[in-house]
Nanobody, 119 residues
Framework: VQLQASGGGLVQAGGSLRLSCAAS????????MGWFRQAPGKEREFVTR????????DYADSVKGRFTISRDNAKKTVYLQMNSLKPEDTAVYYC?????????????WGQGTLVTVSS
């Protein structure tokens, strides 16, 4: 599965951005798409994931209530709506694909898109 992420940019604190991730290749109903992020000087961290089949979602505590992941199965595209952005959300955001849906099985990665939140 190949992934193409887009939608990053510069936004002021409190603002919103929407990221997109288009998948090409065969996907399975048991699989999941996720978003991770890596801030400067920090390790990559999990943000959220969504199962292709059920639509079930999971979120990191740091983004609950502010970020929403959704999918368009027909377009094989996943979206990350980010609201009430904070400077600490500044990071390179990566979309990823897990063939099994497991949080520990994200083996395909997009190229990353930079989100910068100014204070």
């Amino acid at each position: 599965v190949q992934l193409q992420a887009s939608g990053g940019g510069l936004v002021q604190a409190g603002g919103s951005l929407r990221l997109s991730c288009a998948a090409s290749g065969r996907t399975f109903s048991s699989s999941a798409m996720g978003w991770f992020r890596q801030a400067p000087g920090k390790e990559r961290e999990f943000v959220t994931r969504i199962r292709w089949g059920s639509g079930r979602t999971d979120y990191a505590d740091s983004v609950k209530g502010r970020f929403t992941i959704s999918r368009d199965n027909a377009k094989k595209t996943v979206y990350l709506q980010m609201n009430s952005l904070k400077p600490e959300d500044t990071a390179v955001y990566y979309c990823a694909y897990s063939a099994t849906g497991s949080l520990y099985d994200f083996g395909s990665w997009g190229q990353g898109t930079l989100v910068t939140v100014s204070s």
